[in-house]
């Protein structure tokens, strides 16, 4: 290890010495800086940086930030753009060395009604998202102009190809056919843990905050780490330094509030927040249903080489349902005194925080800084309780005495604290460096209580170093990106993951995209899918001493553009899982007892289309995808293969959006999808309870099955509409005139609009019921359309 | 003939507004199984325990049978069986279990055998339970050791009351009955430690416990309570609950001791 840091010194020398001579004749130099929006003074990310009459340009990354290699001594023309902003021209003139510029401010432009779209801007340049082959951008306007998302992220990304949901009710997604707990979710570099609400299965990140969202489900580079699927690295406002603006959406229920204001000299500040209080359930179930989440962060623009931000964000979700008081509401209508023995008990109560310091320097030109220290935990306390007794009496005179009692309660605590450093390194236009190191100390405390036997706790203190670099090199078409991954878990042997991205442009508008990589993940997720009703959360569990999950990547991608706004994708994946783990909850003892070590794999094909053509913007996927794993030495289904639980074979995806006037756009949501695999119940079979004092039983007819997921579902079919109109008099428009506030609009939400009924969640078997012995009686949650509204002001 | 086109019409009208209605629910959506899972057999709940009420030993056999979860109007209940306990002991002694009360002995009428039946912790029994077109359901037991309360361990405060039970191999369940003035007071169920005693901590207790009954369980019935998926769960990966051969179920052992609290 001490030899890695040593080369790694070495190297960081040598190029800041480098970048740091004064030029000669025939040297090269180097020219950056960031670009920001004019007004907001918000960094700009994928804004275009050319040299005029030149063939060189950059495109700004994620910190807004951007670089151009390989200039010598002279006169140049910068033309920067951006969509939705005025080109501007930046006259520039390198002398003896390279240059950082001021912050350059874009103002911003009226779109037309044509240029109105969803999408995000893409570059024809061969840039760092570029060489990504499964990178999918999402914006906030993307997220809010679906329908149904709810303006939330996790809502939003399931319109993805390769990205579905888990089960009913849950926020969770997998991506690729991979389990919910290897899917990174980070917010401005730091890791969060469960970014979940459980009220309303949504994100815990306020759309509000959001400047980007950039997701890779696969084949992504060294850079990031510790998850197998995918990452989703979201990116939020700095603020404004300048003036006040927010945005509020009142609501009896469910408010939203969102403010970026100055705090001194090149200072700003943004506060957001939300509270939600669930009036309905709370009102039937008369417990106590409530969420709230709120970021704040103070950025300093030092100068136009030193940056320092502070964030903290901190979330709190608690839902309890106590169905003993819901029968009170039917009087005479039901025996409700078969329920006097009956409780139903349902609890979740869980807190995320984070905290964290950036420090972002430009140390010359060609040498970006990125220095990151931050803090994230998550609590997390789950219980669900079922207790039910009945005497029955039987036609001979016997009583039978019924009992269903089920009470399991799974708790999660984790604490991250993490250091880490990235240097980025450009001096020659053909090659970008990229290094860093992260450090993490984690603290871990699980337990579990299944049918109310306490299987007890346990306390972890692992640490996770990570070492990477990769460089990009451009050679006319043709880009490559190699780099590797080397991580220490807990002061054991190093262990390496490769990775490479290619991309070539060829001709007719098209490009070429490969990638190969090796992950490996340390903290795994107790599937707790079987025991809860529904796994909001994934609870995470650090291995000891076992090797980590290991998944292998291989994709190839191949996108062209139809015109300057429409573009086409297919991308082919496979994933080799030769490492994979699972808890099995129900056939063994103790915590790592139950860990059962598997494999699997997954493969599919993904087609999409986006852009826009005339007023209508969005995208259309289809997508072809399977997945299986195995445990072989395990219980779980025998130790045979079965298919993955979320996988979904043929998914077609559209979200499309119709800006008819300036003013009135028209968003829809489509999406059919295969069924996925269940493991329906085959079997009733009783369950006895046993009380050992008296030497009496009661029992429960149950349903049971040995085949897991050995039975598809039917088809998934959602059509949803959504409005959105800017409100140009009225009552709305004269309050938001009386407060102030630059626009005001209001969104309708139509779901399920052609009342297709078809989208079953779960199924309970008929029998008993009379003219329906022989099927299985669906559940959903869609059967009839239903429509919501929102009012929302920004100023 | 008028009235038999009313009839026909209301007939044809109330099949299709079921059709409709079923149509809308989503009825013939039905699940498609990759293959009939569903094995017949029986499902038994059998307990070996060396306490008696009278002269008659507590331990007892209750059988039913598992049905298809959907498709049949059969009941869970069967005819009589022919069941049969052996102790594995070397002498091989086999014992009828007979579906009894004997005589409102006990409330509930089971597979119980006769007064003979003495076991003791350490025997070994083997079961096998037949039925006409049912697959003969075959399952082993061992009677585990009473529970030992290591006493010097004992700590009793205004509300709470700790102690620890000894280590022992063959418990791997533990159930804790605390009793004050014969009503009970507190109650816990925990696994046994295998390596280790197990510590047993009860708070919010009131004052003036006199009493614990310890009940301890063989691997069979402790893999049956720890381990069984009973969550209010829907098409989730719920195994049938079986620790038996050829069927579902189980067979299990259970050993019984009181300890009085110092005053």
Not at chain 1, 173 to 185: C, F, I, M, Q, S
Not at chain 1, 215 to 225: D, K, N, Q
Not at chain 1, 375 to 402: C, K, M, V, W
Not at chain 1, 560 to 584: H, M
């Amino acid at each position: 290890m001490k030899k890695i840091f040593i080369i790694l010194r070495r190297f960081l020398i040598l190029f800041l010495l480098t970048g740091s001579f004064p030029a000669t004749q025939g040297q090269l130099l180097t020219i950056s800086g960031y670009v920001s929006d004019g007004k907001t003074r918000e960094t700009l990310i994928g804004a275009t940086v050319q040299l005029k009459d030149e063939n060189k340009a950059a495109v700004t990354d994620g910190n807004g930030f951007f670089s151009i290699a390989g200039l010598r001594k002279g006169e140049y023309t910068l033309v920067i753009s951006h969509l939705g902003y005025h080109e501007k021209e930046i006259a520039v003139i390198m002398e003896n060395k390279g240059i950082v510029l001021k912050d350059i401010h874009l103002d911003p432009a009226p779109l037309s009604l044509e240029e109105v779209s969803i999408i995000a801007p893409r570059s024809n340049e061969i840039a760092d998202r570029a060489i990504e082959a499964s990178h999918i951008q999402l914006t906030p306007k993307m997220i809010q102009s679906i329908p149904t998302a709810g303006k939330d992220v996790f809502a939003a990304v399931k319109y993805l190809p390769g990205i579905d949901r888990t089960e009913p009710f849950s926020p969770l997604y997998t991506v690729r056919g991979g389990d919910p707990g290897e899917n990174a979710v980070m917010l401005d570099g730091v890791m969060i843990y469960n970014p979940y609400h459980s009220s309303i299965t949504s994100g815990i990140f306020n759309t509000m905050t959001i400047k980007s969202v950039d997701l890779l489900v696969g084949g992504f580079g060294a850079e990031y780490g510790g998850r197998n699927s995918s990452v989703m690295y979201i990116t939020t406002i700095d603020g404004n330094p300048n003036e006040l603006h927010g945005e509020i959406e009142p609501s009896t229920f469910y408010s939203k509030l969102f403010l970026e204001f100055p705090a001194g000299k090149n200072a700003s500040m943004m506060v957001a927040g939300r509270y939600l209080y669930d009036i309905v359930t709370n009102f039937i179930f008369q417990s106590q249903n409530y969420f709230y989440d709120y970021n704040l962060s103070y950025t300093n623009r030092i100068n136009n080489r030193n940056r320092l931000t502070l964030k903290y964000f901190e979330s709190k979700d608690y839902t309890g349902y106590n169905f003993n008081t819901f029968y009170r509401y039917f009087g005479n209508t039901f025996n409700t005194e078969l329920y006097d023995d009956f409780e139903l008990d349902q609890r979740n109560d869980w807190k995320n925080r984070a905290a964290t310091l950036i420090h972002k320097l430009i140390v010359s030109p060609g040498v970006y800084v990125r220095n990151q220290a931050y803090y994230s935990s998550h609590r997390s306390e789950n219980y669900s309780g079922l207790d039910f007794r009945l005497s029955a009496p039987e036609d001979d005179g016997d009583t039978i005495q019924l009992q269903w009692q089920s009470k399991n309660r799974l708790g999660s605590e984790i604490t991250d604290m993490g250091l880490k450093s990235t240097v980025s390194v450009k001096l020659a236009n053909f090659s970008e460096l990229k290094a860093g190191i992260e450090y993490n100390a984690y603290a871990f405390n699980n337990s579990i209580a299944i049918n109310d036997i306490d299987n007890g706790s346990f306390e972890r203190f692992p640490s996770l170093l990570a070492l990477f670099v990769e460089d990009k090199i451009t050679a006319g078409r043709f880009s490559i990106r190699p780099g590797i991954r080397a991580t220490n878990y807990n002061n054991s042997t190093w262990m390496y993951e490769p990775r490479i991205n290619a991309a070539i442009q060829l001709p007719g508008q098209m490009k070429l995209k490969l990638a190969y990589g090796e992950y490996l993940q340390y903290i795994i997720s107790m599937n707790s899918a079987e025991i809860e009703m529904t796994q909001i959360v994934d609870y995470y569990y650090p291995l000891g001493d076992r090797e980590p999950g290991k998944s292998v990547h291989y994709i190839a991608g191949l996108e062209k553009s139809l015109s300057a706004s429409l573009f086409v994708s297919i991308d082919g994946y496979y994933k080799e899982n030769p490492r994979v783990y699972a808890f099995d909850m129900n056939n063994y003892f103790g915590f790592s007892e139950r860990i059962q070590q598997g494999n699997g794999n997954a493969y599919g094909i993904e087609l999409l289309i986006n852009g826009k053509v005339r007023n209508v913007s969005g995208w259309i996927s289809y997508s072809y995808a399977r997945a299986r794993r195995q445990y072989p030495d395990s219980e779980i289904n025998d130790g045979k293969a079965y298919d993955f639980d979320y996988n979904r074979p043929h998914t077609f995806k559209s979200v499309l959006t119709w800006q008819m006037t300036p003013t009135f756009a028209l968003n829809t949501s489509l999406v059919l999808l295969s069924g996925i695999k269940r493991s329906i119940e085959n079997t009733m079979q009783s369950y006895y309870y046993y009380d050992p004092v008296t030497n009496q039983t009661a029992f429960f007819p149950m349903y049971t099955t040995n085949r897991k997921n050995g039975a598809r579902m039917p088809p998934v079919i959602n059509l949803d509409l959504g409005i959105r109109k800017e409100l140009l008099s009225g009552l709305g428009k004269d309050l938001a005139d009386f407060l102030k506030a630059d626009e005001s609009y209001v969104t309708v939400t139509i779901r399920n609009i052609l009342f297709l009924y078809r989208n079953v969640e779960f199924y309970i078997p008929g029998s008993g019921i009379p003219g329906y012995g022989d099927k299985y009686i669906p559940f959903g949650s869609n059967y009839l359309p239903s429509a919501g509204f929102s009012y929302t002001l920004k100023f | 003939m008028k009235n038999m086109k009313y009839l026909i019409g209301f007939l044809l009208l109330s099949t299709g507004c079921m059709d409709v209605v079923d149509f809308y629910l989503g009825i013939p959506l039905q699940p498609v199984a990759d293959e009939d899972g569903f094995i017949p057999g029986l499902n038994l709940f059998g307990i070996i325990r060396p306490d008696s009420t009278g002269e008659y030993n507590n331990s007892f056999i209750l059988l039913q049978k598992v049905i298809p979860a959907i498709g049949s109007n059969d009941s869970l209940d069967i005819g009589t069986a022919i069941v049969w306990v052996e102790e594995l002991n070397g002498m091989n002694s086999r014992h009828d279990f007979l579906l009894t009360d004997h005589n409102h002995v006990f409330s509930e009428k089971g597979y119980r055998p006769d007064k003979e039946f003495r076991p003791k912790a350490g025997d070994r029994f083997f079961v096998e339970c037949a039925i006409r077109e049912l697959p003969v359901l075959t399952a082993t037991t061992i009677v585990p050791n009473a529970p030992v309360l290591l006493m010097h361990t004992l700590r009793v405060s205004d509300n709470s009351l700790s102690f620890e039970i000894q280590a022992d191999t063959t418990i791997f369940m533990l159930d804790v009955y605390v009793y004050k003035a014969g009503g009970l007071a507190a109650y816990q169920r925990l696994p046994g430690e295998q390596g280790s005693n197990t510590l047993v901590l009860l708070s919010s207790l009131q004052s003036g416990t006199d009493s614990i009954d310890l009940y301890g369980y063989d691997e069979k019935m402790a893999t049956y309570y720890m381990t069984a998926n009973t969550s209010l769960n829907f098409n989730k990966y719920r195994e049938s609950f079986s620790t038996v051969e050829n069927g579902y179920g189980v067979f299990g052992a259970m050993n019984h001791a009181r300890f009085y609290l110092p005053e």
